[in-house]
């Protein structure tokens, strides 16, 4: 059945691809901005930028699955831009981010994407990796703008246009699953649950947990969900019954606090670690809370918000100035982050003069040591390449700014290494 409702939803995805392409060729006949011109202080520009403003889209998910974590991704870049427009902008121009809540849905995803696209000179935020694997080929072919998403498929891998921060699914569970080897009391011949959504993400990540069961002598027990699958019951049901001795997820926070939940529950008290997706500060005023900070870990691309960096304590004082109803979460950090590596392709295109669309991909290929103060360094240089192949452990911990520390530093291991992502 689910491999259906997968179909089902790849073919929904072709279809609408097919409908946005078109419209968006007509849109981009009649606009006549493709050809850009040279500003009078000699900028090269192109669509999204005029000689006062540079516009960049925001495709968020505010009321869906990742409703919290969209939220604070989509605060964190406002912020970022507020501050670089206060300290001048970017080449005398002002940046604007607008924003589209698409609540994880296909139709509104691409839809969003169509309307922004001819609009914007890039993306600092695209949350979901089906909806932006969907436009993979697009975005690569005709419309050739940036796209830093908010996923870590390595389907995504490859392109020139969008660039993958951080280490990818199939890495991150590699890392992960090292993780429970070395420091959770996993060991040869045991098995290993894996619950994930169907579709690109869970599937990638799910790769990377055969790839480390295999080296490590592993056998994995699937759960495969949908995205819509709150409860997770019965896939606890199942992973008790078959014996598992740690659990890999690869979905989102609510199933996250359902299945640790449900699972101390039933005294199937084992050690469960999440992809950095699947965690949300909020989790721990749930009843699922204290099960949280016993049993639950998570593998993060970066340091957590409450990091002891001179980067991550400004940007909690900043945004908690700014939003001081508004938790915090590693949303601000994925948000901040990618918002930041835009900015800094920005600045060296306008050092180049040269803002058009290819003139920022080319800034981007500069930034080979970007250090965003959160414990990583990133190489932006090789499309084919995630920026990083370190992934951080925190485990929740309601006591610490964010809700997580840091119970292993970032580190890639062994089995990381010699992997080929989305191999």
Known sequence: MTMRRHRRLAATLTALVALTAAAGCSSKAKSGDDAGGQGADGVKTGRGVDAKTIRLGVLTDMTGVYATLGKSVTQAQQLY?????????????????????HGYDPQKALAGYTELEPKVLGFPQFIGSPFVAAVKQRIDGQDKGLVLPQAWSASLLGSGHIRVIGSTYDIETINAV??????????????????????????NALKGSKYA???????????????TDNDMSAQVAALKQAGVKAIVLSAGPRQAASLVGVAAAVKLTVPVIGNNSAFAPQLLATQAGPALEKMYYVASPSLPIGADT?????????????????????GIVAGWSAAQVFGEALKKACTDKDLTREGVGKALLTLNAHDAGFGMTHDFSDPKAPSSRQSAVIQPDKSVPGGARVVREPQVSDAAKAFTPGA
């Open 81 to 101: 831009v507020k501050q670089l427009n206060a300290a001048g902008g970017v080449c005398g121009r002002t940046v604007e981010l607008t924003v589209r809540d």
């Open 178 to 203: 090292d993780f429970l080897l070395k420091e959770k009391g996993l060991r040869k011949g045991d098995k290993l649950g894996h619950v994930y959504f169907e579709g690109d993400y869970g599937e």
């Open 213 to 227: 069961a295999e080296k490590a002598g592993l056998s994995v027990v699937e759960q495969k969900i949908k995205p």
């Open 310 to 330: 001179p980067v991550a304590k400004k940007l909690v004082a900043d945004y908690k100035a700014a939003y001081p109803k508004d938790a915090l979460d590693n």
